[in-house]
């Protein structure tokens, strides 16, 4: 089993930045390849995708964040990171770690509890 656990997210005014922080455990050392990013829902919305870092070191944004928000790992500790600059009012969301990680040649997806951004205006 594995654990991500999240960090990072609060109130911010507009223009300002957060870093969300995703640390994944547990049974870590038996991962081959794995995928990990953020998605992120607001009120009354579907869950979006908004940026993923792969296990080839690729990265991929929505193009409502890009230039804005940058991804970033640390395969030593098992952590993502998403740096929130150039805030705005619509990224306000709960915020989800995703990991999709490969564990004896299969692949499992893991999400944490969310954390909530709030940016006002």
């Known amino acids: 089993q594995v654990q991500l656990a999240e960090s990072g997210g609060g109130l911010v005014q507009a223009g300002g930045s957060l870093r969300l922080s995703c640390t994944a455990s547990?049974?870590?050392?038996?991962?081959?390849?794995?995928?990990m990013g953020w998605y992120r829902q607001a009120p009354g919305k579907q869950r979006e995708l908004v940026a993923q870092?792969?296990?080839?070191?690729?990265?991929n944004y929505a193009d409502s964040v890009k230039g804005r928000f940058t991804i970033s790992r640390d395969n030593a500790e098992n952590t993502v990171y998403l740096q929130m600059n150039s805030l705005k009012p619509e990224d306000t969301a709960v915020y989800y770690c995703?990991?999709?990680?490969?564990?004896?040649?299969?692949?499992?997806?893991?999400w944490g509890q969310g954390t909530q951004v709030t940016v006002s205006s």
């Open positions: 995703n990991a999709d990680l490969v564990i004896d040649s299969k692949m499992y997806s893991y």
């Open positions: 547990g049974r870590m050392s038996s991962v081959i390849g794995a995928r």
């Open positions: 870092y792969d296990n080839d070191r690729s990265t």
